[in-house]
């Protein structure tokens, strides 16, 4: 398949008062044409900052991509100037914020919103924009769109919102949408139809899709591939289906098995005990080692390599690295 995106060994940081935090560290993974691929994990893993690097959005004041590349169709994002980025941002690369209501502006009505993006990227007329604004409410299953483009946000619910910033992203046919917790400010019958939207959506279009969310259950509905982060690294990476039903690393399990089960009525959950780390100060070795039940002495010491397990399937783990019993007895 077609590679659209590729992120090399990103690194991001943050400067604070306190001192730097090192949000993201390393991180890397690619994306295909027609694919959807989440990046799961814990608040504060470095999801969301990882999706704000790629659109540079992360705030100048205080953040920089102190490493690493972001490669699009060939151009590395990190080196394009402010103005060349306006171009990509909406036309070619689109995103989808958390909360649909603070994505929107309340005091501009949604037809105006929409058609925002398609007059600052096309040659289209207003007429034109206000015509392509209305196919894009109703691929989103918004009806009577010609009357809704002139109501303002709080006129609708929060799941016509939410669909509403879906067709924002998608006014300008970009080729990559990044969907940053798309359906958490939602129960659950509208998580549904805005995942359904989201296959619907791909089918038409073939649009890929980066998918930011700790909620397991949307994974295993709509994505190809699974990206686990920890501490601001990736520490496994598969398919769907191995990370489902072959994980490898002991935070991946631990994900898996704080997710409520229908098959078994009655059984606690098993919570990750312990905190993540701070990334004022990162650990040397393994991040989740204070956390891990299976954590040896070279966890705290080391950091692993990237074991493969299959074609695709790769994790960050000693327990699955052979040199983990050389370096045990090395460093004894």
Not at 102 to 111: F, S
Not at 171 to 182: F, S
Not at 187 to 192: E, F, G, R, S, Y
């Amino acid at each position: 398949m077609e590679k659209v995106l590729e992120i090399k060994n990103l690194h991001v940081s943050f400067d604070t008062y306190g001192g730097t935090v090192k949000a993201v560290r390393g991180v890397g993974f690619d994306l295909h044409k027609g694919e959807t691929i989440a990046i799961v994990g814990e608040s504060g893993c470095g999801k969301s900052v990882t999706s704000q690097s790629i659109m540079r959005l992360i705030p100048k004041a205080t953040g920089r991509i102190a490493d690493g590349s972001i490669l699009f169709k060939g151009n590395d994002l990190t080196k394009l100037k402010e103005s060349e980025m306006r171009k990509i941002r909406g036309s070619e690369i689109s995103m989808i914020f958390q909360d649909p209501m603070t994505a929107l502006n309340p005091t501009i009505t949604v037809g105006e919103q929409i058609t925002e993006g398609i007059m600052q990227h096309t040659k289209a007329t207003k007429q034109q924009a206000k015509q392509k604004a209305v196919e894009m409410l109703e691929l989103v299953g918004i009806s009577s769109p010609k009357e809704r483009l002139k109501q303002y946000p709080h006129q609708f619910s929060g799941g016509m919102r939410q669909r509403i910033v879906i067709a924002m992203s998608l006014v300008c046919e970009p080729e990559v949408i990044i969907a940053d917790e798309p359906t958490t400010a939602l129960d659950v019958t509208i998580q549904a139809q805005i995942l359904e939207l989201f296959r619907d959506i791909q089918r038409k279009t073939n649009v890929s899709i980066i998918l930011i969310t700790h909620d397991l259950g949307v994974v295993a509905q709509v994505t190809d591939r699974v990206v686990v982060m920890y501490a601001g690294k990736v520490v496994e990476a598969g398919t769907r289906r191995e990370i489902f039903y072959n994980p490898q690393h002991p935070y991946t399990k631990g994900l898996l098995n704080s997710v409520p089960r229908l098959d078994l009525q009655g059984g606690d959950l098993i919570p990750i005990p312990g905190s993540p780390p701070d990334l004022f100060s990162p650990p040397t070795g393994c991040a989740f080692a204070p956390r891990c039940p299976y954590a040896m002495e070279v966890c705290d010491r080391v950091h692993p390599n990237d074991t493969i397990i299959s074609e695709g399937h790769h994790t960050s783990c000693w327990l699955q690295d052979e040199r983990a019993k050389k370096l045990v007895s090395t460093l004894a």
